[in-house]
């Protein structure tokens, strides 16, 4: 059974930092797409954030230079350091995985709120 758990979600202030994490379980990690989405209130759900099984990584020019994705195979663990986070980035954090062209994996998701 596949699992994507997602944690560190919460209320911080505008300029603060965040960590988001994502363990996986039930999937080869090591071959995912792992990817970050977020949705806000009356939203599509957007990609913030993705990593290849080989290291590459894209960013949402909304958070380019502000968060980081971060991959640990060992632990099978996906991050994503959030830094000078902004109001607008305010959104339930969804973690995906996606190998090939196989359907993909949801977490529940994790909330971030930023207040101004």
């Known amino acids: 059974q596949v699992q994507l758990v997602e944690s560190g979600g919460g209320l911080v202030q505008a300029g603060g930092s965040l960590r988001l994490s994502c363990a996986a379980s039930?999937?080869?990690?090591?071959?995912?797409?792992m990817g970050w989405y977020r949705q806000a209130p009356g939203k599509q759900r957007e990609l913030v954030a993705a990593?290849?099984?080989?290291?590459?990584?894209n960013y949402a020019d909304s958070v380019k230079g502000r968060f980081t994705i971060s991959r640990d195979n060992n632990k099978k663990t996906v991050y994503l350091q959030m830094n000078s986070l902004k109001p607008e980035d305010t959104a339930v954090y969804y973690c995906?995985?996606?190998?090939?062209?196989?359907?993909?994996?949801w977490g529940q998701g994790t909330q971030v709120t930023v207040s101004s």
């Open positions: 990593i290849t099984s080989d290291g590459m990584t």
């Open positions: 039930g999937i080869i990690f090591s071959l995912n797409t």
């Open positions: 995906n995985a996606k190998r090939g062209y196989g359907s993909p994996w």
